[in-house]
């Protein structure tokens, strides 16, 4: 095995663990969260990104810095796993809040369309290739829980086609939905791609 095949293999599976982390960190937080304020259901959805944030994920959550997403847009500039930039996509909105860990790991939480939140977890900040599926991952918040966007149960009368299912693998990557996981598409459903291969990138994992 060549070195360049060797350190590929390494930054995966860092990616892997730094993403699994975070997803079972802010699952917890959830958890907590919903013991204190009820069924996320009944969570108020009219609220701006930070008033979410403030109300119900801060106590739970050890960020050492926290700002508007306008703050750091001048330093990034996030693409779609197809390499495409981002000038569409609920990060780039003002709506976005952000929250740092003390490892780096940027944590943007985006209330903006008053049916659910979207969680985005950037596992190394301000480094590069910042692209979703490689270091940036995209959750969302239902049902008492963290999901990955693709998950089964995540389809709204919204976002019907943002949506995937998690256990119809061929969904997850095939062409043909804007946010399937492979090298033509967005790539937001790869999360539930490497969560669905148990926090591991396959051989097709488009990277």
């Keep these: 095995m060549t070195l360049p095949t060797l350190i590929a293999k390494y930054n995966k599976k860092q990616t ?7 997803y079972s960190m802010l699952s917890q937080a959830i958890l907590q969260s919903v013991a204190d304020n009820g069924d996320t259901k009944y969570w108020t959805k009219n609220l701006s990104s930070k008033q979410y944030y403030d109300k119900y994920l801060k106590k739970y959550l ?27 996509n609920s990060l780039k909105e003002k709506n976005s809040y952000l929250g740092i860990l ?12 008053n049916y659910t939140a979207t969680i985005m977890v950037d596992i190394n900040g301000l480094k590069k290739p910042n692209q979703i599926g490689i270091d940036l991952f995209h959750f969302v918040i239902l049902d008492n829980k963290l999901y990955p966007w693709g998950y089964k149960g995540t389809i709204n009368s919204i976002a019907s086609d943002d949506f995937g ?3 119809d693998r061929n969904k ?9 996981c492979n090298k033509i598409n967005y790539g937001r ?19």
């Design 16 to 22: 892997a663990i730094a993403v699994k982390a975070a």
């Design 62 to 88: 050890s960020f050492t810095s926290e700002m508007d997403i306008n703050d750091v847009n001048q330093f990034i500039t996030y693409k779609y796993i197809n390499g495409r930039t981002i000038t569409d």
């Design 102 to 113: 003390k490892n780096g790991t940027f944590i943007y939480v985006n209330n903006e369309y």
């Design 165 to 167: 299912l998690m256990d």
């Design 172 to 180: 997850l990557i095939t062409p043909g939905a804007r946010f399937a």
């Design 189 to 207: 459903w790869c999360t539930a791609l490497l969560m669905l291969d148990g926090w591991e990138f396959k051989d097709d994992y488009p990277w």
